[in-house]
């Protein structure tokens, strides 16, 4: 497998544009996290999904952002419109759920809002 | 509020033996884990604890007491290469620690 695949690796726009963040999870695998990584905030999760369903979306920061999981292989997440304070280093991780917790990160998509 | 707490910064000679600890305040708690992630890179599974006790893995050690709220990754044998930061998670990865940025010295 060629592991958690995100796209793109970099993404620059200006600030009012819509962004599209996505990612392909490790085939069988039943969970899927994103993630934003700052200096300031670190590593906080945004949204994760089991099944395709959202369960937990109470890290997203506003209205702003959205995430879809429409099939067990493909997940997105929308910025809509972005703002400079939503640069970061976004992930996508991927995880079997079989009781020791190990998850996969994807190389993650660096964000820069201008 | 939920916390982990962990230092932010350990300094160590290559070749000698570092313990990162972990302190976390969750309401309720399934395990924690441990991950690596150099500059620049994306994080790396180590270990987990789901009931206290050691777990070994190669070089890497990983400790919970559940009863201290504590745990611990302890690193031997240094080498270069293990310079990077080590973040601590709890609940399947629903909460982070802030990262231990691990300096290794010749």
């Known amino acids: 497998d060629a592991g958690v695949i995100q796209s793109p690796r970099h993404e620059v726009t200006e600030m009012g544009q819509e962004v599209t963040l996505r990612c392909k999870p490790i085939?069988?695998?039943?969970?899927l996290f994103w993630y934003r990584q700052t200096m300031m905030r670190g590593l906080e999760l945004l949204i994760y999904?089991?099944?395709?369903?959202?369960?937990?979306d109470s890290g997203m920061p506003e209205d702003r952002f959205s995430a879809k999981m429409p099939n067990a292989s493909f997940s997105t997440l929308k910025i809509q419109p972005s703002e400079p304070r939503d640069s970061a280093v976004y992930f996508c991780?991927?995880?079997?759920?079989?009781?020791?917790?190990?998850?996969?990160f994807g190389s993650g998509t660096q964000l820069s809002v201008l | 509020g939920q916390s982990l707490e962990q230092p932010s910064e350990v300094t160590a000679v290559e070749g000698a033996i570092v313990q990162i600890n972990c302190t976390y305040q969750?309401?309720?708690?399934?395990?924690l884990s441990w991950y690596q992630q150099h500059d620049g890179g994306a994080p790396t599974f180590l270990s987990y604890?789901?009931l206290d006790g050691l777990e070994e893995t190669g070089r890497f050690s990983s400790f919970l007491s559940r009863s201290d709220s504590y745990g611990y990754l302890l690193l031997q044998e240094l080498q270069m290469k293990d310079s990077a930061s080590y973040f601590c998670?709890?609940?399947?990865?629903?909460?982070w620690g802030a990262g231990t940025k691990l300096i290794i010295k010749p």
């Open positions: 998670a709890v609940n399947y990865q629903l909460i």
């Open positions: 604890n789901g």
């Open positions: 969750t309401s309720g708690f399934y395990g």
């Open positions: 991780a991927s995880g079997a759920g079989t009781g020791d917790e190990k998850l996969f």
């Open positions: 999904f089991n099944n395709n369903v959202p369960i937990d």
């Open positions: 085939s069988g695998h039943d969970y």
